[in-house]
C-alpha cells in the first residue's frame, strides 16, 4: 500500500486550509481557516474522501488529533480560556500555521 508520508509531529502549529469540493469531505467547516496543535498521531489510514466515490482511497493518508482553543473556533465563546477542542483532521486538509 501506499502511503503518504508524516508532515507534523506532535506539537507542530497548523492550519486548517479552507475549501468545500464536490461530493463528500471529512473536515468540518467550523475549524476551516482555524490553526491549531498537532496533539497526536491517529496512524495512516485510506482517504475517506476517494472512498466515498468508490475510489481506492490511495494513496494513504496520515491523520493527526489536532487541538484548537474553543475561544478561537468560536466568537464570543464564554467559557473559560484553556478549554480546548480535539478533531482528528488528515493531512491533506493541514498546512503549516
Known sequence: MIAVSLQYRVGDRVR????SPPGHFRTP???????GRVEGVCGTFRNPESLA???????Q?????????QA?????????ASDKL????YQHWLEPA
Do not use: C, N, T
Not at 486548517?16 to 475549501?19: F, N, Y
Not at 493518508?61 to 482553543?69: A, C, H, N, T, V
Open 16 to 19: 486548517v486550509r479552507v475549501g
Open 29 to 35: 467547516a467550523y475549524i476551516q481557516g482555524k490553526a
Open 53 to 59: 466515490h468508490g475510489g481506492d482511497g490511495m494513496p
Open 61 to 69: 493518508q496520515p491523520l493527526y488529533r489536532i487541538e484548537f482553543y
Open 72 to 80: 478561537d473556533l468560536w466568537d464570543g465563546y464564554s467559557g473559560p
Open 86 to 89: 480535539l478533531v482528528d483532521v
